[in-house]
C-alpha cells in the first residue's frame, strides 16, 4: 500500500502552508489536506486484498443503533426456521407458517481509531513524501486493527462450527502436506455441511453451496507449487504398497501450476494467500485459542475456505452526513512551539459471522 500526492503548485503551497506561523492560516491548511486526503483513505482501506475487507459491508447512521434483520439472510428452507401449525378457525383445515426462530439482531460496534504527527519542517520544506508516508501510516494502522477483528470473528465462529453434527474443521490427508486429497475432503465436508432443512439436496443441487475461496499461508502456496513436480496421489497403488507416493499429477494441471507460480485460482477455487496464516502466525493463535480440539497454532497451521456466495460475514460501518465512512481531523494538541503537525481519525464498525456454514 502506498499514498503518493502530485507535485503540483497547488500541493506544494497548501503543504507549506501547514507550516505557517500564523496559526489561523496553519490550521485552515492542515484542515483542508484532511478534507482532501480522507476519501483516499476510506478507499484504501476498503478495497486493500485483506481479511477484513471479505466481509460484506452494511452502512448505518453515525447516530443510529445498527441491527440486522436476520429473517432476510436465510432461506426459508433452513433449519433455522420453525414451522407453525394453526387454525384460524374451529374445525378448519391447519396451516403451515414457516417463522424464524429470532428476526432481529443488534449489533455492537466499537471505534477503530489513529493517531499520526510528524515534524513542521518537512512541510515547510514540501516535503510531499513524508506527508504521503504518514498517511499511509494511518490506512496501515486501521487495517491492522481490522485485520485482527476479522480474524476474532471468523476464526471463532469456524473454530466452534458444527453442523449435521459434523464439525466445519477437518483433518490434512498426511502431515506437514498439502495436496489435492485435502481440498476435495473440504469441498466435500462443505456439501454435508449445506443441505436444506431436511438434510437432503438443497434447492439448485450440489453447485448451489461449496467454497469459493481458500485463505492460505506462504506455505500452502508453495505446496501447490510443489504439485508440478510432487507426487499427489493418497490410495495405494494396484501393483504395490512401495509406490503409492509415486503417480504424479496429470500433466495439463502440473503444466498450469508451471506456468503460473501466483496460484490465483487451484481447483476453480481463488487462492487467498495471507503471512498471518501459518506456523505460530497470529490467525493460527486466534483459531488455536478459540478451537477446543486438538491443534496446536505453534506448530500446525489451518486452511480455511469460505462460500462468499452466502452473506455469512458482515460489517456495520457508520456512514456520517456526508455517506463519508473514515472521518480524519487535525489534531490540536500541538503548538507551534512544539514544532510538530499530527491528525487523528478512524471509524465506527461492528463484525459478526450471521452463518458459521459459509466457513
Known amino acids: 500500500m502506498k499514498i503518493t500526492f502530485k507535485h503540483t503548485p497547488e500541493q506544494i503551497e497548501l503543504v507549506k502552508a501547514m507550516a505557517s506561523k500564523d496559526k489561523n492560516v496553519a490550521y485552515e491548511a492542515q484542515a483542508a489536506l484532511a478534507t482532501l486526503i480522507q476519501p483516499t483513505l476510506a478507499e484504501v482501506i476498503n478495497q486493500a486484498p485483506v481479511l477484513s475487507n471479505l466481509f460484506t459491508e452494511i452502512r448505518y447512521n453515525a447516530d443510529d ?15 433455522d426456521y420453525v414451522e ?3 387454525q384460524t378457525q374451529a374445525g378448519g383445515l391447519p396451516t403451515n407458517q414457516v417463522l424464524p426462530t429470532m428476526s432481529e439482531l443488534k449489533m455492537f460496534t466499537y471505534s477503530l481509531d489513529t493517531a499520526v504527527s510528524f515534524d513542521r519542517k518537512y512541510a515547510a520544506k514540501s516535503r510531499l513524501d513524508v506527508v504521503a508516508k504518514t498517511f499511509t501510516r494511518v490506512a496501515q494502522e486501521i487495517l491492522l486493527k481490522q485485520n485482527t477483528m476479522s480474524a476474532n470473528v471468523a476464526m471463532t465462529a469456524l ?3 458444527t453442523t ?9 490427508t498426511a502431515a506437514n502436506r498439502f495436496v489435492l486429497a485435502d481440498l476435495n475432503a473440504l469441498m466435500t465436508r462443505a456439501k454435508r455441511i449445506n443441505t436444506s432443512w431436511y438434510g437432503g439436496t438443497p434447492q439448485g443441487g450440489i453447485a448451489q453451496r461449496g467454497i469459493t475461496d481458500l485463505l492460505v499461508s506462504p506455505e500452502i502456496v508453495q505446496e501447490i507449487r510443489a504439485m508440478a513436480y510432487n507426487p499427489i496421489n493418497t490410495a495405494a497403488s494396484l501393483q504395490s504398497e512401495a509406490v503409492k507416493d509415486s503417480i504424479a499429477a496429470p500433466d495439463e494441471l502440473r503444466m498450469s501450476i508451471f506456468n503460473s507460480a501466483g496460484i490465483p485460482e487451484f481447483y476453480g477455487v481463488s487462492i487467498l494467500e495471507f503471512n498471518e496464516l501459518g506456523d505460530g502466525k497470529s490467525f493460527n493463535t486466534v483459531f488455536d485459542n478459540a478451537y477446543g480440539g486438538s491443534f496446536n497454532g505453534a506448530s500446525q497451521q489451518i486452511v480455511v475456505g469460505i462460500d462468499r456466495g ?6 456495520a460501518i457508520a456512514v456520517d452526513e456526508n455517506d463519508g465512512t473514515f472521518s480524519l481531523q487535525v489534531d490540536d494538541q500541538y503548538s507551534i ?3 510538530k503537525i499530527g491528525y487523528w481519525g478512524g471509524l465506527e464498525e461492528g463484525r459478526a459471522c450471521l452463518d458459521n456454514r459459509a466457513l
Open 84 to 86: 407453525v401449525w394453526s
Open 159 to 161: 473454530a466452534n462450527a
Open 310 to 315: 452466502r452473506d455469512s460475514l458482515v460489517r
Open 164 to 172: 449435521n453434527g459434523l464439525s466445519h474443521v477437518i483433518s490434512a
Open 65 to 79: 443503533n445498527v441491527s440486522i434483520p436476520l429473517d432476510l439472510y436465510y432461506d426459508v428452507t433452513d433449519e
Open 337 to 339: 512551539r512544539q514544532g
